[in-house]
């Protein structure tokens, strides 16, 4: 059952990346926020959940995670164990400003 469940989702995430659009931006150009928790929502929520707590397949709780800005930029783009890298997926700033919204999750 375990396998299955992980199967499905490395299917899920893997058919994620596919009919993207082109991020949504705010009157100054940036990533807009709801743009920003609109991907994070497709992405992300799937292993780690709408508040970072879900923890499926080895997915740790964002809630209590220590790294810093720059490694959870290199961990998003490259991946690292069950996580798959998003580098051919999300644009730089569109990771980078995912790994920002992520801090919002700490404790």
Not at 64 to 88: C, H
């Given at each position: 059952?375990?396998?299955?469940?992980?199967?499905?989702?490395?299917?899920?995430?893997?058919?994620?990346?596919?009919?993207?659009?082109?991020?949504?931006?705010?009157?100054?150009?940036?990533?807009?926020?709801?743009?920003?928790?609109?991907?994070?929502?497709?992405?992300?929520?799937i292993?780690?959940?709408?508040?970072?707590?879900?923890?499926?397949?080895?997915?740790?709780?964002?809630?209590?995670?220590?790294?810093?800005?720059?490694?959870?930029?290199?961990?998003?783009?490259?991946?690292?164990?069950?996580?798959?890298?998003?580098?051919?997926?999300l644009?730089?700033a569109?990771?980078?400003?995912?790994?920002?919204?992520?801090?919002?999750?700490?404790?």
């Open positions: 059952m375990k396998h299955l469940l992980f199967g499905l989702v490395v299917l899920f995430l893997a058919s994620c990346g596919n009919n993207e659009q082109p991020p949504r931006l705010s009157a100054d150009g940036a990533i807009s926020q709801a743009e920003v928790k609109r991907i994070y929502q497709m992405k992300c929520s292993c780690h959940g709408t508040d970072g707590k879900l923890m499926i397949g080895g997915a740790p709780d964002l809630s209590i995670s220590t790294i810093g800005l720059e490694e959870r930029i290199a961990l998003i783009t490259y991946g690292k164990e069950t996580m798959p890298p998003q580098k051919d997926i644009s730089a569109e990771i980078k400003a995912v790994a920002a919204y992520v801090e919002n999750f700490r404790n």
